[in-house]
């Protein structure tokens, strides 16, 4: 999982049963190698290859079942990061959800040039990349206020339309939604510490016609609206443009019945 290789049904469940073997002979035909299905000397050695060493040292905790990779101050700013910018958190209203429209795996180095502050793989590790006071250009005008979360996958916006040519779609699995709750802890801590109010999370689509799909229905309804119905947040601000910035658009009822409907477009 840490080289990229996909396991949706199982994860790491220490049993070397057919969807491990699958991804066996998937990374040995990836690596140029003889795709026999055992992990000899060769395969294990272009596995160590594969996750390396290109991944600096980061504090991992352990945060209920949940590994979280705390990389932030450690990498260079991403290129739509403005660290010039200088502490934002007296901006910062609460957070931005998007998925990956691909699927980028488990080793953290994948995560660390993407546009977003942090991230969700789909086994469900953390991956803290950048410090939450830096301004990150990551959901169109939303980035001013909101921090950036992209959740490994590939979205389905409605029934059979997803991001293309993303591959999937990619549900959001059981172990996303686990290590969300755990974020949200994490979130919800270092807003009261910089004396802000989460209140808002807002859908990606909401910032931009061309983001229909981010982050899908069942990120919407598997995540933001439990953490909304948790914090009392909203999915947008009246106080500015309604529940839309720019070019976006609204969160359809289809995601979520109790929606506004003025102006209301499924795509």
Aim: hydrophobic share 35%; aromatic share 10%.
């Amino acid at each position: 999982m840490s080289a990229g290789i996909h396991l949706p049904a199982w994860g790491a469940d220490g049993d070397f049963g057919s969807e491990t073997l699958d991804g066996v002979l998937s990374f040995q035909r990836r690596a140029g190698l003889d795709a026999d299905g055992v992990v000899g000397p060769a395969t294990m050695a272009a596995l160590h290859k594969a996750v390396g060493d290109a991944t600096p040292n980061s504090v991992m905790r352990i945060i209920n079942g949940v590994e979280v990779y705390d990389y932030r101050g450690q990498l260079a700013a991403p290129k739509n990061g403005k660290p010039e910018w200088g502490n934002r958190w007296p901006k910062f209203r609460g957070v931005v959800l998007h998925r990956t429209a691909c699927r980028l795996g488990e080793n953290p180095a994948r995560y660390f040039r993407v546009n977003a502050h942090m991230h969700v793989t789909l086994g469900g590790r953390i991956i803290l990349c950048h410090p939450w006071d830096m301004h990150i250009w990551h959901g169109h005008k939303m980035s001013l206020w909101g921090l950036g979360i992209e959740i490994d996958g590939n979205p389905e916006g409605f029934p059979g339309y997803h991001w293309k040519p993303g591959g999937g779609p990619d549900d959001v699995t059981d172990a996303q939604v686990k290590a969300c709750d755990v974020l949200l802890d994490l979130l919800l801590e270092e807003f009261k510490v910089n004396g802000r109010p989460f209140d808002r999370v807002w859908a990606h689509r909401q910032g931009s016609e061309n983001r229909e799909c981010d982050p899908g229905w069942q990120a919407w309804q598997k995540i933001a609206v439990p953490w909304m119905e948790r914090t009392g947040a909203l999915p947008g601000d009246a106080g500015r443009q309604g529940d839309t910035y720019g070019t976006g658009f609204q969160i359809p009822q289809s995601w979520d019945p109790t929606s506004p409907t003025k102006g209301f477009r499924e795509r």
